[in-house]
């Protein structure tokens, strides 16, 4: 090895532990955000972001290790931090590209557990190699910044410390700055080119690896041209808004009859504004069968919205119960924002930012209608899932109240996941009903306090005094198709909601049903059939 001059000053050594550290957990944080838009953001995404990059840091420790014996040349190090440096610059650029084809392509050939293989190939392409460089580092380091057997225990503990306190920045700096502020894709530059830097002090101080150093710096300089969009769905030409969050990738859409919200998943829709009335052709809809089984109880109806969005729900409410006091609950800020920017939100609807169950937790309050609105495809929170969730439901509610869930999954059969969440609520409530939306993979449950009077019961009482004539007929629809529902017992607990997993069998069944023709045509015919 030979005695540069820059290795003497253990600062120097230390500071590469630490910002290597901070990126590593920077990337593990964009990754989530890089992949929740096309694979949701559940707990089955984490784990599988985390396995991946554990296992890629482990080899890099064993190789890392092992080459610092074999050759102690920190040039080697710092070649390896400069190309792991581009690799992640070059995320943004093609990383979009990447996950679309790997979803194509299994998408025709995988017929179960799509989003875990999915989500899997995409980490291990993607970022599995950049952190199996960035794994080296330690070892490496500890080579080269140990000068006796009498100090080597101080000081890979602190190199050790050095990268533990670069991890826990690296984890808060992009959740609560860079991701918000400035998005994913610069967040991934960001961190990039402080890695870069890293390398190109230590190579221009010794004066080697110049060729080296020149074209990452080019491809580094590329990638900052090209990836500094944080358009995931870039194919897209009428967005009113693209953005992130703390909690979220947001999409506000701007079609021919209506704008639409689009959370962390590119071809859903979470909330919807229609340009001309109130009508929306979704489960909203058939969620005013709560108010309207609760209008005839004494006073103005009071509604609560867990899960308010951008208020789609409440503006109903208020359009067709004028008298109803109307409180909204929203997790996301900027979705409350979004709400009075692009979709009309009343500035007299009280909206509040706080979690679904804390509110509940910290509210005295009681209501004639609660809608709990937070379940998105496969990410379901699973504290708001559980039998103890919804006991503080029924409790928030009066002698005659009602709550509605937006299940927004057609799932049926033996162990499906509508099927513990209705058994769940079973266990809790004194009846409860559900009606299927049509045209959509949505499913309305409402359950109630009164064992006398079923929802049904309520809803064919309440149509008989409704004041706004136009909800009569649809209401009526929704009456018809109402069928009341056969507890078993699966429940859901605190303990045990193993959400996710059931979610993701039903998200099997789903790209089963849709692109089923297609995967048969491409078995039998190959690619050609489906270009035809």
Request: charged letters at 20%.
């Amino acid at each position: 090895m030979e005695d540069h001059k820059i290795l003497k000053n253990k600062n120097y050594l230390y500071a590469t532990e630490f910002f290597s550290g901070m990126s590593v957990m920077a990337v593990e944080l964009g990754a989530s955000r890089l992949l929740a838009p096309y694979f949701s953001s559940s707990q089955i995404v984490w784990t599988i972001i985390i396995g991946t990059i554990m296992i890629a840091m482990a080899l890099g420790n064993i190789w890392g290790g092992r080459s610092a014996d074999k050759d102690p040349d920190p040039g080697k190090l710092y070649r390896r931090i400069i190309i792991a440096a581009v690799w992640i610059a070059a995320i943004p650029v093609c990383g979009k590209y990447v996950i679309l084809l790997i979803s194509g392509l299994l998408i025709l050939t995988v017929s179960t557990n799509f989003l875990i293989i999915a989500a899997f190939l995409a980490c291990m392409i993607l970022f599995v190699f950049p952190l199996l460089l960035l794994g080296t580092v330690t070892p490496s380091l500890a080579k080269y910044a140990t000068e006796s057997l009498s100090d080597n225990g101080r000081t890979v503990g602190t190199l050790g410390a050095f990268q533990t306190v670069g991890s826990i920045i690296g984890t808060f700096v992009p959740t609560f700055f860079t991701i918000p502020a400035v998005g994913t894709s610069v967040t991934f530059l960001i961190f990039s080119g402080i890695l870069l830097l890293l390398g190109l002090i230590y190579f221009i101080s010794t004066g080697t690896g110049r060729k080296a150093s020149v074209a990452c710096t080019v491809i580094f300089l590329i990638c900052l041209v090209l990836g500094r969009s944080d358009s995931f769905a870039f194919w897209e030409k009428n967005l009113l808004y693209e953005g992130e969050s703390v909690y979220n990738y947001l999409q506000v859409k701007d079609e021919e009859d209506a704008v639409t919200l689009s959370t962390n998943v590119l071809f859903g829709v979470q909330s919807i504004m229609m340009k001309h009335g109130s009508w929306t052709g979704m489960y909203y809809d058939y969620a005013l069968a709560a108010p309207a089984a609760s209008d005839g109880a004494a006073g103005p109806l009071k509604i609560l919205i867990l899960g308010n969005g951008t208020g789609t729900y409440a503006r109903q409410c208020r359009t067709y119960f004028p008298d109803a006091t109307v409180k909204g609950v929203e997790i996301d800020q900027k979705i409350t924002d979004l709400a009075g920017r692009y979709f009309a939100y009343p500035d007299d609807i009280e909206t509040v930012t706080y979690d679904g169950r804390a509110y509940l937790n910290a509210s005295k309050e009681k209501f004639d209608v609660i809608l709990v609105d937070a379940y998105q495809d496969i990410t379901i929170p699973f504290q708001m899932s559980s039998r103890e969730f919804f006991t503080l439901v029924r409790d928030h509610l009066n002698e005659n109240g009602i709550m509605a869930v937006n299940m927004n999954m057609h799932s049926d059969g033996e162990g499906s996941i509508n099927e513990y969440l209705s058994d769940t609520i079973s266990s809790v409530f004194a009846n409860v009903c559900t009606v299927d939306v049509p045209n959509t993979t949505n499913r309305e449950l409402f359950a109630g306090k009164k064992p006398a009077d079923t929802v049904k019961s309520s809803l064919e009482h309440g149509i008989r005094l409704l004041k706004n004539g136009e909800l009569v007929r649809p209401m009526q629809a929704v009456a018809g198709e109402m069928k009341e529902y056969r507890s078993g017992n699966k429940v859901l607990t605190d303990d045990r909601a193993p959400v996710e997993l059931l979610g993701m069998k039903a998200i099997d069944a789903l790209i089963r049903d849709e692109v089923g023709y297609y995967r048969d045509s491409f078995r039998e015919n190959g690619i050609k059939s489906l270009l035809n």
